[in-house]
């Protein structure tokens, strides 16, 4: 059975986490290791949709 886990990130903590995920993807190739986890990852990470806020519209009741 497939377990899936949801993060909610801003847009600074977004790029935090590709930017990481995209060092140690380079140090991997650097010291000639698969990359193949981390390529899967990143896109994944890149790919992930957002999600719109919900906001109340300007008829609904209080």
């Known amino acids: 059975m497939k ?12 790029g935090v986490v590709v930017n990481a ?6 140090d991997l190739i650097k010291d000639d290791k698969p990359t193949d986890a981390v390529d899967e990852l990143l ?15 300007y008829n609904e009741a209080r």
């Open 3 to 14: 377990e899936e886990r949801v993060l909610t990130l801003d847009n600074y903590e977004y």
């Open 43 to 57: 896109l994944k990470t890149i790919d992930a949709p957002t999600r719109k806020q919900k906001r109340r519209s």
């Open 21 to 26: 995920l995209n060092e140690l993807r380079n």
